[in-house]
Every structure is written in structure tokens, then in C-alpha cells.
């Protein structure tokens, strides 16, 4: 069975910092990508990151770009994203999800299993 388990978030004030992780399991980890998506409110759902398991190529959006990291252990299955300099436009709920094949990395499209979420909440 396909699973994917985040964790990790939380309240921080701005300005802090989190690392969400993303353990995977039931699948060839190494064949994948592995995408963090976040949800909110206001404005949907946004691609955040991605990393490529084969080669851990990268991939974030402009609005985290230099602020947030994605990095996997190829040993444990599982993806961080450590989020640095928050601020309150990130409160969001955090998901991960793979991807077999990357066309769009930051576009849901390419994924088709999802984690159930966890929420991170950043007070100004």
C-alpha cells in the first residue's frame, strides 16, 4: 500500500523556522518525485517544491525560493522541506505527493498519491 505520512508543522512566530518531513512507503522510492504542495483559504492550492529522487534535482516556487529547502534520505524514504523565514502568507496546510513522471513539477497534474496533511501556522 502506497503511503505517505507528513509531519513536522506547527505555530511559529515570523521569522522562524520548520522542517516538515515526508515518509514514504510501498513504492520504489528512488523512481519518483516527490512534490510539496500547500493549501489555503485564499489561494488554493500552490506547488511549493519538488525534488527527483534519481538524480535530487530541485525545484520551488518564486514566492519560497531562498527561504525554503527540499532534500531527501534515500535510506529512511523520506523528504524534508525545511522552511526558513516564514512569514504569515505561508499558513497553509502541507502535503506531499509523488510523481512518476515530471512534466510540470509544481503542478498537481503529475502526482497521484497524496499525503493527509499537516498544518503549518505562522503568527505575525
Known amino acids: 500500500e502506497v503511503q505517505l505520512v507528513e509531519s513536522g508543522g506547527g505555530l511559529v512566530q515570523a521569522g522562524g523556522s520548520l522542517r516538515l518531513s515526508c515518509a514514504a512507503s510501498?513504492?520504489?522510492?528512488?523512481?519518483?518525485?516527490i512534490g510539496w504542495f500547500r493549501r489555503d483559504a485564499a489561494n488554493g492550492r500552490e506547488g511549493v517544491s519538488c525534488?527527483?529522487?534519481?538524480?535530487?534535482?530541485?525545484f520551488y516556487a518564486d514566492s519560497v525560493e531562498g527561504r525554503f529547502t527540499i532534500s531527501s534520505d534515500n535510506a529512511k524514504n523520506t523528504v524534508y522541506l525545511e522552511m526558513n523565514e516564514l512569514r504569515p502568507e505561508d499558513t497553509a496546510v502541507y502535503y506531499c505527493?509523488?510523481?512518476?513522471?515530471?512534466?510540470?513539477?509544481?503542478?498537481?497534474?503529475?502526482?497521484?498519491?497524496w499525503g493527509q496533511g499537516t498544518q503549518v501556522t505562522v503568527s505575525s
Open positions: 510501498g513504492f520504489n522510492f528512488d523512481d519518483y518525485a
Open positions: 505527493a509523488r510523481a512518476f513522471v515530471l512534466t510540470t513539477p509544481l503542478h498537481p497534474i503529475d502526482y497521484d498519491y
Open positions: 525534488i527527483r529522487i534519481s538524480d535530487s534535482r530541485t
